[in-house]
């Protein structure tokens, strides 16, 4: 080998070991940059896993507000039908108390 070749092999030698310092510290970079996204990762989990804890408690109070809201509407309902039942009962109580204050006014006259 001459000298030149040898000047040459140690000049792309040192363009190499250059290189890779740049490599490896843009190797550091990703690294430093994936923990970071690692970590943010961790906690958005756990932060989701925190508010999915919540709507399961949520959910469950709501499936017991719609049972309460359906006994109400029951009730409601119920009440409803006996207050219409009322209703026809004292109209036609009326109605004949009316016939016999009518009557009675005739036997009067």
Known sequence: MTENQEKE??????????????????????????????????????????????????SVKLDKHDLKLDRLDSKIDSIAIQVMENDKRHTARIEAVERSVEDLGREIH
């Open 9 to 58: 092999l140690f000049f792309i030698l040192g363009k190499l070991v250059n290189g890779m310092s740049v490599v490896q510290s843009g190797l550091s970079a990703v690294q430093s940059d994936l923990s970071a996204v690692q970590s943010d990762l961790s906690e958005v989990h756990s932060d989701l896993t925190d508010i999915k804890a919540k709507l399961s408690e949520h």
